[in-house]
């Protein structure tokens, strides 16, 4: 019999829903649990620079969708 592999995306509660569906079906287990981030936003919101990370920081939390263009922009304090 194949397996499923299933793969959810949610945005806070990943891991209570992964737990929730595997209570739910017989012989399932979350076997990982992977908070994927994009290596340049990990190095601008720690960049020793504190002001060019908290320029980073701010811009990522205005968006919905991680626009790398424009957190290195904030980094480096321009708006292009």
Known sequence: MAKNVICLWYDGTAEDAAK??????PDSAVAAV???????????????D????????EAMMTM????????????RGSTT
């Not at 504190?50 to 920081?57: G, K, M, S």
């Not at 919905?64 to 980094?75: L, Q």
Request: glycine share 0%.
């Open 50 to 57: 504190r002001a060019a990370a908290q320029r980073a920081f």
């Open 20 to 25: 929730f569906y595997a209570k739910t079906f």
């Open 34 to 48: 992977h908070q994927i981030t994009p290596r340049v936003l990990l190095d601008a919101t720690t960049d020793p």
């Open 64 to 75: 919905k969708k991680i626009d790398i263009a424009t957190i290195e922009a904030a980094r």
